[in-house]
């Protein structure tokens, strides 16, 4: 079985600011991890994934996250928000140990950031 | 090429009544998951589908759901004699069929269940 925990259920910062969103796993095999953002009343769209290879992975709208296996973390950075970012932000992670899995993701609680002017 | 398609994207029901929610995956999917939002919580895998066949329910409550992709139109999930605490978001998700099941999924807009 496997937990995801995002540390922080909101964090407010101003624009231009750097940010960062943490997020801790817990899992007895090893995982592929993900980042989704969300918009109010939308569907999430995928920021970024790690498969395998370098644990510093870039996503898109500048955003980029580093697997750490040690720490069993996956936090996302961004150096410069803006107000557009504002939005919930959902870590995720499936199995990839093969097996009865199929891809299901597990997902944290969510952390909502807002961006103010 | 279109998204995944969920309609109807808000639905509302009186307790007792049944909900069907459908989901059109991206063309060429043929694997389709779907998780629920509750408010103030993450989502939460329910059942995984591929064409004809439910795949893995883990997920769904025992009683009164029931999920189906049939060979064709949209997989449909069926929630009957609805209770307030069915009052959610359900997403639908889709994913290539590249070796059984992909690494990533792409998510419709969801569907709004409020129930009365």
């Known amino acids: 079985a496997q937990s995801v925990t995002q540390l922080d259920s909101q964090v407010p910062v101003f624009e231009e600011a750097p940010v960062e969103l943490r997020c801790n796993y817990s899992s007895s095999v090893s995982v592929y991890l993900f980042w989704y953002v969300q918009y109010p009343n939308q569907g999430l769209q995928l920021l970024l994934k790690?498969?395998?290879?370098?644990?510093l992975v870039k996503g898109i709208n500048g955003f980029e996250a580093e697997f750490n296996k040690s720490q069993t973390s996956f936090h996302l950075r961004k150096p410069s928000v803006h107000i557009s970012d504002t939005a919930e932000y959902f870590c995720?992670?499936?199995?990839?140990?093969?097996?009865?899995?199929?891809?299901?993701?597990?997902f944290g609680q969510g952390t909502i950031l807002t961006v103010h002017p | 090429n279109a998204g995944v398609m969920q309609n109807p994207r808000h639905l509302v029901r009186r307790r007792g009544q049944e909900a069907r929610l459908r989901c059109s995956p991206m063309k060429g999917h043929s694997h389709v998951y779907w998780y629920r939002q509750l408010p103030e919580e993450g989502l939460k895998f329910m059942v995984y589908?591929?064409?004809?066949?439910?795949?893995?329910e883990s997920g769904m409550p025992k009683e009164r759901f029931s999920a189906e992709f049939p060979k064709e139109g949209p997989s449909i999930l069926r929630i009957q004699q609805v209770v307030r605490g069915d009052s959610a978001a359900y997403f639908c998700?889709?994913?290539?069929?590249?070796?059984?099941?992909?690494?990533?999924?792409?998510f419709g807009p969801g569907t709004r269940l409020t129930v009365t």
């Open positions: 995720a992670v499936s199995d990839n140990a093969g097996g009865t899995s199929y891809g299901k993701l597990t």
């Open positions: 790690y498969l395998s290879g370098s644990t």
């Open positions: 589908l591929q064409k004809e066949n439910i795949i893995d």
């Open positions: 998700a889709s994913s290539p069929p590249t070796g059984g099941w992909s690494y990533e999924q792409y």
